[in-house]
């Protein structure tokens, strides 16, 4: 680390890196900061006269705003090289979110220096690395997690097809888990988050393959949960002449393996219908990736981790929104799991996640009992 550090290179490096992470944090529908102006900036005439070029309407007054010299502590200056105030204004101030796992008014220039893709900082930091990917350095950590802000700001995860649905997995996560299904061999697969249906029919393909090979445990299921129907989540997927959608319910394999439970997976009635397919079940695999608000990734870690049987997982899924999300997300739900209830029953298989997941610390292995 010392040498690298004296690396005449190394420090233009990190700049030059840093900023591109900055650049691509803006919207994605539109990435001219004209069409809104930003909220944090105050209708003074220092401001106002920086963002001239910027703005279609005058600027109004906003609890979220600041004058000039509030906007270098708020938003934070990268020491090298310096940033104008105008720099800062243009690049650094964030404008109305368009994802709601994204914030919709977080400094990117602070959270991105202080406390997410630098070191953490502050009494409530927590230095577990359960949020960062699996490599020896954080330097590699921050490349990887360059192209995962790519990745979201491209929007790939809305083009992921499985047999002609859309399945949105990370393609690295997907082997993952059907190596898990392989190795597992479960005859009950519970997923919460339907979404457009491919992943559910993924997960069937595999126990499909299984019993093809002679493999497989009798009359293995999928069970998915959801609120809405997989045929009326339309909001993934970009249907073209080129690249028609397939309807996962009219596959074969769905008929033959997935069940699907329309309602919230932590009321009542749909988890006594879990409980039942639990009870004739040998060996059990979950993935929870429904609703990624911390209260409800708890609730579901509660309510259906305990139904994993030995060797298998409970795979929480998406826990690199937090590093995203201003308001929690899934890994302080899985912080907490992990410190009571679920610390007797699993451990966390890092060896699990492959170069670049989804699920940071989210592959929680059943312990023997």
């Not at 990435?31 to 963002?51: F, G, M, R, T, V």
């Not at 609890?63 to 105008?86: I, R």
């Not at 930091?125 to 192209?147: E, S």
């Not at 259906?304 to 308001?327: A, E, M, N, P």
Request: positive net charge; charged residues 20%.
């Amino acid at each position: 680390m010392g040498k690298l550090l004296q690396d005449p290179g190394y420090g233009p490096y990190i700049r030059k890196l840093t900023m591109v992470i900055l650049r691509y944090t803006l919207r994605k529908d539109n990435d001219n900061i004209a069409d809104q102006p930003p909220q944090h900036a105050c209708p003074d005439e220092k401001i106002a006269s920086l963002l001239k070029d910027s703005l279609l309407v005058p600027l109004q007054p906003s609890p979220y705003c600041a004058n000039e010299s509030a906007a270098l502590a708020k938003f934070g200056v990268f020491p090298s090289p310096a940033m104008s105030l105008g720099d800062i204004t243009r690049n650094v101030l964030r404008v109305q979110g368009w994802c709601g796992m994204n914030p919709h008014f977080q400094p990117y220039g602070k959270w991105l220096k202080t406390n997410r893709v630098m070191k953490r900082r502050g009494p409530q930091a927590v230095d577990d690395g359960i949020d960062r990917f699996m490599f020896d350095n954080p330097h590699k950590d921050r490349t990887v997690f360059l192209f995962d802000l790519l990745y979201e700001r491209e929007e790939a995860f809305k083009n992921q097809w499985w047999l002609g649905s859309v399945a949105q997995q990370n393609p690295f996560d997907m082997y993952a888990i059907q190596d898990i299904i392989y190795q597992v061999r479960p005859d009950l697969i519970i997923e919460t988050g339907t979404a457009n249906g491919g992943s559910a029919l993924l997960w069937a393909s595999g126990l499909e393959l299984l019993s093809a090979m002679g493999q497989g445990r009798p009359s293995p299921r999928v069970i998915t949960i959801d609120i809405t129907p997989p045929t009326q989540a339309h909001w993934s997927g970009k249907y073209s002449v080129e690249r028609p959608i397939s309807d996962p319910t009219k596959n074969p394999l769905w008929a033959k393996y997935v069940t699907f439970l329309h309602g919230s997976a932590i009321n009542k009635p749909i988890l006594d219908q879990v409980v039942d397919a639990v009870s004739k079940a040998q060996a059990v695999l979950v993935l929870l990736d429904s609703n990624h608000a911390e209260y409800h990734v708890l609730d579901e870690c509660r309510a259906y981790c305990k139904f994993v049987t030995v060797g298998s997982y409970c795979i929480i899924q998406d826990t690199k929104l937090s590093r995203f999300h201003i308001d929690g997300g899934p890994t302080p739900a899985l912080r907490t799991y992990m410190k009571g209830e679920g610390a007797a029953l699993f451990t966390v298989d890092r060896a699990r996640e492959p170069f670049y997941t989804h699920h940071p610390g989210g592959y929680l292995q059943r312990k023997a009992a």
